[in-house]
Structures are given as C-alpha cells and as structure tokens.
C-alpha cells in the first residue's frame, strides 16, 4: 500500500481526557433535572387521582339520589 499525501491527525490521551472531563461538566446536572421531573410527575398523579376519586363520588351519589 502506498502512503498517502493526506495530512494524518493525531489525537493523544491528553485530548481525550480533556474531552471527556469537559462533557462530563456538562452532564453533572441532568440527574438533578431528573429527580426533579419525576417529583413534578408524581405531584400530578396525585392530583389527578384525587380528582378522579371525588368525580367517581359525585357521579355515584348522582345516580343514587338523581331519578
């Protein structure tokens, strides 16, 4: 094979570290994110099964007492 004229491009672990270091500040801040999404989800099943159980309530009683 012969060689090429192309510019070769070497990467040292030096690079890959700063590489991996700098997405790793930039990721650190999702589990927190996370957490706080699934506290907001969790609120609202709440709510939507509190509001559920008064509507099924309201209905039987309707039907009880509603000729």
């Known amino acids: 094979m012969e060689p090429s004229n192309e510019p070769k491009i070497e990467i040292g672990l030096r690079e890959i570290y700063d590489a ?28 939507i099964r509190g509001i559920s159980g008064v509507i099924g309530i309201v209905s039987f009683l309707a039907a009880r007492f509603i000729p």
Do not use: F, N, T
């Not at 991996?20 to 709440?46: Q, T, Y």
């Open 20 to 47: 991996v270091v700098e997405l790793k500040g930039i990721v650190s801040g999702h589990p927190d994110r996370l957490d706080d999404h699934e506290d907001r989800l969790r609120a609202l099943e709440m709510k």
